[in-house]
């Protein structure tokens, strides 16, 4: 993988329809072609911010957000509801695909997908075993502030090096799940690049992206590796929080990210059971 | 799509059961860590949490002059530049190394409580100062592996969520914010003499008007004078006094003792609380007491002043951290070498020195 230093082109994200819009308190009320906000639009609406200011930097800028949506295949009424809906919320959305259920993996990969976003964490896993990068799109509150994209990248799996990843064997993680956190690394690597450049247009303050590092279990000592790694690839990341297992909820509650790549936490709820 | 109750969904706030598998999962882990011999951090809810800004941990004087005349950019450089050098310590450094003391001998008593001290640094300041600050954690050997860098944000949303018992600053707007939420928090300054303190016993001394208590009686005071005051107090002896911002970590602080006194450690017991008052014992020190005792809480010793200057008494006490509410007790604490807190609450902050100060003076920016 080689690193693209000052990559054109966009950075393209993919988002499930039911993300972006809530179906599951659709109305009755069939005379409205429009389906209810869902959890991403916050996200969408954070992005559509970064790009204008982008754009207002510098009008021939090319690496900006594109936002492209996926759909399991479903009836032509609802197809034409989501367009609509798009349309309507006047979001920018680049491409929609409709795909059959088995190939949500085909469909990302063939796309190029920079990141893929969802609120299904075991989507994010499989996605994420397969190779493709993939985060936790964070639930928002509806009070949240828009214009602020906020990223955390997880310090646990970017603070261990190469080698003590394979360490990691000794805390008791299996063979796969060591092979999980180094796929994770890799695609946390790619996207880090990209945003760190993002980024990099704006000052240290009043930007519109905000990078964060969360180290919800390793030590301190792996949170300064995680700040020093992603310094290396190109992010001067803006906040940093340490957990050392404290539970991860209330800071998050506080925090608002967009994006959340995971910790591999839920790799250790297996942890507890065996070792006993 | 969608899955059943109990699976996680990606930021919604996970269910208790699902926190306590993660803090088991945690647990696990370290104690699986064969290379790691640094005792396990304690699960907030049952620590007793004390949040530290960087400035109050180390001394950043200078690099702080640099933010301020340089701006934010050339400060974040600055520090990048000096990031292999440890900081000097600050003025709540000894507290943190009485606090980690404490732990030292709670562990050996109770070897899997975790009724314990967390010391957790919560500062606005830019994540990549984060690894200067971590490299001078290391440096001191201190037990500080919580942190919250907001990069520029408040920090007081944090403080709540870490379920912070005691927060302290050197910026008293921060710790006006966090007082204005419930949560006990005094403002530090640095301190030019400091004298020689225990290494074996953490003290701790409170004012008591206004910090462990609320400015009511106070109040009269600087309202109706002293007469009033010693009348009211009689009178309303048997009253307990509503509580002030500092009773809770009053209390905290006795529930560790006890942990102690069951262990037949009260002599040796390593926390130690002073209370330090103006108020005289004949005329209005009965009140304190039984305000105290209706509460449950004891002081070790309480001292009362009779409005005697507090800086040569808390020479002699020598404590890691005095709180009042009255800048005139803090400077005069400072001037024989005690580090002194100050609790931006209550009517105290509209005087100086007796005298009452123009309502847009007092209000601190």
């Given amino acids: 993988m080689e690193d693209k230093k000052n990559y054109s082109g966009p950075l393209m994200i993919a988002l499930q329809y039911n993300d972006l819009f809530d179906l599951d308190s659709t109305s009755t009320s069939t005379n409205t072609d429009v389906l209810p906000k869902g959890r991403a639009f916050t996200f969408i609406k954070a992005v559509q911010a970064v790009n204008e200011r982008l754009v207002e930097q510098n009008k021939t800028e090319s690496l900006l957000f594109e936002v492209i949506l996926i759909a399991k295949e479903c009836s ?57 990068p993939a985060a936790l ?63 990099g247009r704006f000052g240290k303050e009043n930007s519109p992206l905000c990078t964060c590092v969360l180290t919800s279990w390793g030590s301190r000592n792996v949170c300064a590796s995680a700040l020093k790694t992603l310094r290396e690839w190109g992010v001067d990341v803006d906040e940093a929080f340490c957990l050392a297992g404290a539970p991860c909820s209330p800071i998050l509650a506080v925090v608002k990210p967009h994006i959340l790549w995971d910790g591999g936490l839920h790799n250790m709820r297996d942890l507890s059971t065996q070792c006993q | 799509m969608s899955k059943p109750e109990g699976t ?49 941990l180390f001394n950043m004087v200078t690099e702080r002059k640099v933010f301020e005349e340089e701006g934010l950019e050339r400060y974040v450089a600055h520090q990048l530049e000096l990031e292999d050098q440890p900081f000097t310590p600050g003025v709540s450094f000894p507290f943190v190394k009485a606090l980690m003391n404490v732990n030292a001998r709670l562990r050996e008593l109770y070897p899997d409580s975790e009724e314990l001290f967390d010391i957790v640094l919560v500062t606005n300041n830019h994540a990549q100062v984060g690894v200067r600050l971590i490299n001078s954690i290391n440096y001191y050997d201190l037990t500080i592996e919580r942190f919250c860098m907001t990069g520029g944000e408040s920090p007081v949303g944090y403080l709540k969520a870490y379920m912070t018992n005691l927060y302290l600053s050197k910026d008293s707007k921060k710790v006006q914010e966090a007082i204005e939420e419930g949560i006990a928090a005094a403002t530090m300054f640095t301190c030019d003499s400091e004298n020689e303190l225990s290494d074996t016993q953490l003290r701790v001394a409170f004012d008591g008007d206004a910090v462990l208590f609320s400015d009511e009686s106070e109040i009269i005071v600087k309202e109706h004078g002293l007469d009033t005051f010693f009348r009211h107090e009689k009178e309303f002896e048997n009253k307990p006094l509503a ?35 103006a108020r005289s ?85």
């Fill in chain 1, 76 to 132: 032509e009424e609802i197809k034409m509801k989501i367009v609509e809906s798009v349309k309507h919320y006047g979001l920018e959305i680049g491409k929609f695909f409709f795909y059959k259920k088995e190939e949500l993996i085909n469909t990302l990969q063939s796309n190029k997908v920079k990141l893929f976003l969802s609120t299904e964490r075991d989507d994010v896993y499989e996605a994420l075993h397969t190779g493709i």
């Fill in chain 2, 243 to 277: 509580k002030g911002p500092l009773k809770c970590f009053l209390e905290a602080l006795g529930k560790l003792q006890r942990k102690f006194y069951a262990k037949n450690q009260r002599i040796s017991c390593p926390i130690r609380t002073y209370l330090v008052t």
């Fill in chain 2, 8 to 56: 996680e969904r990606g930021g919604q706030s996970n269910s208790d059961n699902s926190e306590e598998k993660d803090w088991a999962a945690v647990k696990a882990l370290f104690d699986n860590a064969k290379t790691t011999k640094k005792p396990r951090p304690p699960k907030p809810s049952n620590a007793v949490t004390i949040a530290v800004s960087s400035r109050t």
């Fill in chain 1, 137 to 199: 799109l964070y639930d928002q509150a509806d009070d949240h502030v828009l214009n602020r994209l906020k990223v955390i990248f997880s310090g646990d799996v970017i603070g261990f090096s190469e080698d003590s990843l394979d360490s990691l064997s000794d805390f008791g993680f299996s063979e796969t799940q060591i092979q999980t956190f180094k796929a994770a690394k890799i695609c946390m690597k790619e996207f880090a690049v990209l945003i760190g450049q993002m980024r």
């Fill in chain 2, 281 to 365: 014992a004949a005329s209005a020190g009965a009140r304190v007491l039984k305000t105290l005792r209706s509460w449950g809480l004891e002081v070790d010793e309480a001292l009362f002043l009779a409005g005697a200057p507090k800086g040569p008494l808390l020479q002699k006490i020598r404590p890691h951290i005095f709180f009042d509410d009255q800048m005139f007790h803090i400077e005069g604490a400072q001037e024989l070498g005690t580090i002194a807190a100050h609790v931006p609450y209550g009517i105290g902050q509209k005087y100086h020195k007796g005298k009452r100060i123009d309502a847009s003076e007092a209000e601190k920016k």
